[in-house]
């Protein structure tokens, strides 16, 4: 059965916190590959949700570097995924300023329209947004200190979860690595043989208490 569950907002800053200066090594590290900062602010989510979408092509996962969806790491795709998800995992929509809530997204476009980067909100005070990021890592730095010319915001309404895999990926995301798992037909939780298999299934890292 598909339910739906809180998105854990504090979780995801708190993730974005740690690793804002730093690389967790369960992630490959984008830098030189086109750039880090959403594949970052993907981890950030997934320590808010604990729930991967495994569909191939258009869902939202990581397994390894030649193992994930674009949207793990691609600002459009994310974007596309994050808006347009009717299925299990993270799901929100493009809103106002005045909508945002730590542990939303926001992503920047150039003059051109382009879309470039991608950044975590991680407090709103006095009617400042500032954020946390990676390529041009940063910790609490206010938005109104970049230059761009135009933002959109992704606003996490919630996630969707299959309540066979319920996992807590949370504390794990902070161990040493430990590989995403996905369950089999049987409900048997084992790590996923190739892209196509097991389509829908939904769980992260897995718990380590």
């Not at 729930?51 to 969806?69: A, E």
């Not at 003059?111 to 500032?130: Q, R």
Request: proline share 6%.
């Amino acid at each position: 059965m598909i339910l739906e569950k809180e998105y854990l907002r504090e979780n995801a800053v708190m993730y974005a916190r740690k690793y804002a200066f730093a690389r967790n090594p369960l992630f490959t590290t984008f830098e030189g590959l086109g750039g880090n900062c959403t594949n970052f602010v993907s981890q950030c989510i997934l320590a808010g949700s604990c729930v991967m979408n495994f569909t191939p092509v258009y869902g939202w996962y990581y397994l390894s570097l030649n193992r994930r969806s674009p949207s793990w790491s691609g600002v459009e795709f994310f974007y596309d995924f994050m808006t347009g998800n009717r299925d299990v995992g993270p799901f929100g929509r493009e809103v106002g300023r005045e909508l945002v809530e730590i542990g939303d997204a926001v992503q920047l476009a150039d003059e051109t329209g382009d879309f470039y980067h991608t950044l975590i909100v991680s407090k709103i005070e006095n009617g400042e947004i500032y954020i946390c990021a990676n390529t041009n890592d940063a910790l609490d730095k206010p938005l109104s200190q970049y230059v761009y010319t135009t933002d959109r915001f992704i606003h996490i309404d919630g996630v969707r979860y299959d309540t066979r895999f319920v996992i807590d990926c949370f504390d794990s995301l902070f161990t040493p690595p430990i590989p995403p798992v996905t369950p089999n037909n049987n409900g048997v939780q084992t790590q996923p043989q190739n892209d196509s298999e097991n389509e829908n299934n939904t769980i992260g890292p897995p718990s380590t208490d």
